[in-house]
């Protein structure tokens, strides 16, 4: 069992993920890295190892795990969490998006409801247990200003991300009494790939930055025990339809 603070991250192999797995392990987290593929997960964990030098035994923990597989999801994370002894930190930020809206085929629906909240709510019953025995915690969801206002022809995305923003807000209610904090942030278009996929016309420079969420998620853990933050909206001046 470890007494160094873990923070398990979802989604790290790149963009939103990726930033914060490396802020967290730069202010002295075990990193547990979790992402659809060991061969990009692994490349992340090369680069936190090279930002700390020879700090071998805070190296990342690497867990390739499919979410749509919701069954494999607390057999994969449990012996990991099990052997570290504590999760101080979850960043739920693996996602997917589809376009669509009523024409969208029912089992992308379906995908996006899995992987947008069944998976997410499945990480969280796999390490909101940890989090009470300690009686400390903090939950990041990562969801979207797309969890906040719907979007013409993304209705699907929008359903899942609404969802995902009710559930943090229950969350937040029964978990906060018990010492354990919950936040949802809802960033606007983020420079990732995802963004990419969706075909956003804004230039790469006019979206928030991956960085810009590894900031906000900091500086959200160096408050006091006391000031719980509920949600953070994340803007950009040219996308604030």
């Excluded at 730069?26 to 490349?43: A, F, H």
């Excluded at 796999?126 to 400390?136: L, N, T």
């Excluded at 979007?151 to 354990?180: D, N, T």
């Excluded at 420079?205 to 853990?221: A, H, N, V, Y």
Aim: glycine residues 10%; proline residues 5%; hydrophobic residues 40%.
């Amino acid at each position: 069992m470890t007494q160094t603070p873990v923070a398990l991250i979802t989604g790290a192999s790149r963009g939103i993920g990726r930033a914060v797995a490396m802020g967290l392990a730069q202010d002295g987290y075990q990193t547990i890295l979790v992402g659809r593929s060991r061969e990009t997960l692994v490349p992340v964990a090369q680069a936190i190892c090279e930002q700390r030098g020879r700090d071998g035994e805070l190296a990342p923990v690497v867990v390739p795990l499919d979410l749509s597989c919701l069954d494999n999801i607390d057999p994969v994370l449990g012996p990991v969490i099990y052997k570290l002894g504590r999760v101080d930190v979850l960043v739920n930020n693996a996602g997917q998006y589809i376009q669509g809206s009523l024409d969208m085929r029912c089992k992308d629906l379906e995908r996006l409801l899995r992987v947008n909240v069944a998976a997410q709510v499945a990480i969280l019953q796999s390490v909101v247990p940890v989090m009470k025995q300690q009686g400390s915690g903090h939950v990041f969801n990562v969801a979207s200003r797309a969890g906040k206002v719907g979007f013409e022809g993304v209705g699907g995305y929008c359903a899942s991300k609404f969802a995902l923003a009710g559930f943090g807000e229950s969350l937040y209610r029964e978990l906060v009494p018990q010492g354990i904090k919950v936040t949802t942030l809802c960033p606007g278009w983020v420079n990732t790939d995802m963004a990419t996929d969706a075909h956003c016309t804004l230039d790469p420079g006019d979206m928030i930055q991956p960085e810009d969420l590894s900031k906000t998620i900091r500086w959200l853990l160096s408050l006091s025990p006391e000031a719980c933050v509920k949600e953070v909206v994340i803007e950009s001046p040219k996308s604030m339809a």
